[in-house]
Structures are given as C-alpha cells and as structure tokens.
T-cell receptor
Framework: NAGVMQNPRHLVRRRGQEARLRCSPV?????VYWYRQLPEEGLKFMVY????????ESGMPKERFSAEFPKEGPSILRIQQVVRGDSAAYFC???????????FGQGTRLTVV | DQQVKQNSPSLSVQEGRISILNCDYT??????FLWYKKYPAEGPTFLIS?????DKNEDGRFTVFLNKSAKHLSLHIVPSQPGDSAVYFC?????????????FGTGTRLKVLA
C-alpha cells in the first residue's frame, strides 16, 4: 500500500556499522509493526508499537536491535553493529486499530558487506 | 516451530482456471486469518481475511475457506489471471487474546500461464 512509506529502499552497510530504517505509517494510523523477511522465508514479526510505546517486542533479537515510534515523526528500526546475518528485507506495516488488516510498505532491503 | 505452513512452494495454473492455495496451522488459538499477495521488490498487499466464526469469505474473484477442525484454510482465485502471478502468504493471529502479531507462512509462488 503506497500509504506506508519506508526509506531508504536499499541500504548497504559494512559490518559493525549502524543501520537506521524509517517508516511513516498511513496518515491516521497509530499502530506500527515491523517484520523481517530472510531470503526464501516468510515474514517474521519483530515488534509492534503504538505512539511512544512498545507494545510487543517478542520478535526482536535481544541485542543490537531497537525500535521507536515517537510522538512526532516516523518509526525507526535501529540495528547497531550490523552483521552479515542481518541482511534481509525489513517491512513496516500500519493499521488504524490493533490487530486489523495491516498495510505494508515496500520494505527496506538491507545488505551487510 | 512453524505454526503456519504453506506446503506447496509453487503452483502453475492456466489462465481462466481456478487457483487453489492451501495453508495449514497448528495453533488452535488462532482466530483470525489473512491472505497477502506479494510481487518482487514490493511489500505484501492485503487480499482477504476471515474470522474463525466464519467458514467462508468472498471478495470478487477471491474466496477464503476455513476448516477449523482440520486447521486448514484455502484461497480460491477464479478465474485466474496473469496479473495474479505473485507470491501468496497466509497469516494468522490470536486476535481474541490481545496479541498483535501475524504469523506468516513461507509463501506459495503462483504462476498463471496465458
């Protein structure tokens, strides 16, 4: 859905650098979800946020990964000290209500070299 | 532990015929199911959903069937069109329990032949 904007579309980082992925939800949506898709796999849930709050981060790796959804501005998924295994497509989705149909952005393809 | 399974990685169908994509799940607490379509280098696009209180939901050429006793759902596309060629993901969630994440299957690549 064109309403969810993710940037950048492609991101290349060297091992050890930080990656910042941005997501602007559909206007009026206050529920944001991040998913990761590894090659040849399905989408894996990472985190669910409402404005200024992390509601469910059960899919987030315990280290190096963090997410926020501030009162103003986009949601940010931050990966510190990236490793090759972090290479994947990261999708953001938003919904007007929790646990209703979510609309996905076009994703950010992270490549760690 | 793959709670949502799409056992057919690919499917080819002739244009105009019916496409049937299948999905099985193991968690009996799932009560809400969705199908998404994904083109290469794009995000998933929502197609159709079904609540566990129903066994069928229809939207145009797309119909989803849910068999709770078998823990099985299927997506029927009829008639199939070349533009339907994409990867289809089924997803499930425990809407009633207040969790918010979708569990996705690994996808089925549909190819509709002209």
């Amino acid at each position: 859905n064109a309403g969810v904007m993710q940037n950048p579309r492609h991101l290349v980082r060297r091992r050890g650098q930080e990656a910042r992925l941005r997501c602007s939800p559909v206007k009026g949506h206050s529920h944001v979800y991040w998913y990761r898709q590894l090659p040849e796999e399905g989408l894996k849930f990472m985190v669910y946020l409402q404005k200024e709050n992390i509601i469910d981060e059960s899919g987030m790796p315990k280290e190096r990964f963090s997410a926020e959804f501030p009162k103003e501005g986009p949601s940010i998924l931050r990966i510190q000290q990236v490793v090759r295994g972090d290479s994947a497509a990261y999708f953001c989705a938003s919904s007007p209500l929790p646990n209703t149909e979510a609309f996905f952005g076009q994703g950010t393809r992270l490549t760690v070299v | 532990d793959q709670q949502v399974k799409q056992n057919s990685p690919s499917l080819s169908v002739q244009e105009g015929r019916i496409s049937i994509l299948n999905c099985d799940y193991t968690n009996s607490m799932f009560d809400y199911f969705l199908w998404y379509k994904k083109y290469p280098a794009e995000g998933p696009t929502f197609l159709i959903s079904i609540s566990s209180i129903k066994d069928k939901n229809e939207d145009g050429r797309f119909t989803v069937f849910l068999n709770k006793s078998a823990k099985h759902l299927s997506l029927h596309i009829v008639p199939s069109q070349p533009g339907d060629s994409a990867v289809y993901f089924c997803a499930a969630s425990e809407k009633g329990s207040g969790t918010y994440k979708y569990i996705f299957g690994t996808g089925t690549r549909l190819k509709v032949l002209a």
